[in-house]
């Protein structure tokens, strides 16, 4: 019986759990320092351009949110599910 294992190369881990968390953090407090200033803009702005700021401090939140939980999903090829064709059920 021949076992078929792939070795985990060091370069293909991911980054320290504390370290990815620290960019994420990076990330969001980027977003909310752009969604002050666009608050604070649409005090001093005129009147159309009042709107763009205002409706990009409304929307930043979910895209700063999105952005920071962003992170661990990506699977690489070693971790994806291979199917042996052998045992594929067929159903008659």
């Known amino acids: 019986m021949e076992k078929n294992t792939a070795a985990i190369?060091?370069?293909s881990a991911q980054d320290a759990?504390?370290?990815e968390q620290r960019g994420r953090a990076r990330r969001y407090?980027?977003?909310m320092m752009i969604r002050?200033?666009?608050f604070i803009a649409t005090i001093f702005l005129p009147s159309p351009y009042r709107w763009f700021?205002?409706?990009g401090a409304l929307i930043l939140?979910?895209?700063a949110v999105v952005l920071a939980n962003a992170g661990r999903e990506n699977t690489s090829e070693m971790n994806a599910i291979i199917?042996?064709?052998k045992?594929?059920?067929t159903g008659t």
Request: net charge neutral.
């Open 9 to 11: 190369i060091i370069t």
């Open 87 to 89: 045992r594929q059920i």
């Open 61 to 63: 939140p979910y895209v």
């Open 17 to 19: 759990l504390s370290i």
């Open 53 to 55: 700021a205002m409706g």
């Open 29 to 31: 407090f980027i977003s």
């Open 83 to 85: 199917v042996d064709p």
């Open 36 to 38: 002050t200033a666009c």
